[in-house]
């Protein structure tokens, strides 16, 4: 089994699922090592013997993959760099695909491409051609030597690309144990997929990234700046630590929590700015920011465990 990196709850209305979190991607990239080229043996990034604690010199090391115990095999620079991919300046669309056929655990890191060269036309036409076709493009690029997979994403006025992980480096599910899939393998009864799509249905919004912000780090934030404006500027209040989110109730009785969820929000009677008659905001969406700020808090704190830890 992978190593847990947190645990918490998934969370709508009044159910809650607790879960896991786990690594779903690995690096997969080639792991080069100095070594000294007259023992092999590995060399410190001061260029310092591992064995003998000696400094050596820069002509004396070497580059080697490590394969088995205490075994390298050693490359030349000339070696690495004959493998290095030959197209560095363009970007290759290999195929164009549905964008929801790529799962996100697949997305690594986002860029924005803008036309230079009086290529705005033709940059327009591929944006506009993608959002009419409903489609993405698939091509490798080379940035800073290394080859990578990435999906040409329209968005908004710009044109994205956005890194993919390659199918090496996804780690598969199948170590974990999960819930058959199917409703019917799950034990799920018709009724209660039915009132968990209506909460759903209920709870559904517009993607607004404005109303998402990073609450812990803008609060350690603010601490650091009310510290250095005091000339405090040597330690720092350790933050309290909020109860882990997997504490919550047991999930006894799946269809009872589904209609208490929707009996909740249909009686809560609001108005299109999100107020009740009462003026005061839905309780759903205190508690939601309440959930934010609770699993922020826990998953901050287990981040600090494990790097104390490690």
Known sequence: MPRTLWKGAISFGLVHIPVGLYPASQEDDIDF????????DPVGYKRINK?????????HIVKGV???????????????????PKTTQTIEIEAFVRAGDIPFVYLERPYYLAPINKGDKVYAL??????SAGRIGLARVVIQTKQHLAALVPAGPALMLNTLRWPSEIRSWEELKLPAEGSKAAGIKPS?????????DDMSQDWQPEHYRN??????????????????VHEVTPQEQADEAGKASNVIDLTELLKRSLAGKKGQGN???GESASGRKPAVKKAATARKRSAASAGAATDKKRKASS
């Open 33 to 40: 090592d100095w070594l000294d080229k007259r023992t092999l």
């Open 51 to 59: 064995r003998t604690g000696k400094e050596i010199t820069k002509e």
């Open 66 to 84: 490590a394969r088995g115990q205490g075994q390298y095999v050693v490359l030349s620079d000339d070696e690495i760099r004959n493998a290095y």
């Open 126 to 131: 591929l944006r506009e051609t993608l959002l």
């Open 192 to 200: 209660e997929l039915d009132m968990a799509k209506a909460l759903v």
């Open 215 to 232: 609450e812990f780090r803008d609060a350690v934030m603010a601490l650091v700046d009310q510290k250095h404006e005091a000339g405090d």
């Open 271 to 273: 108005d299109d700015k």
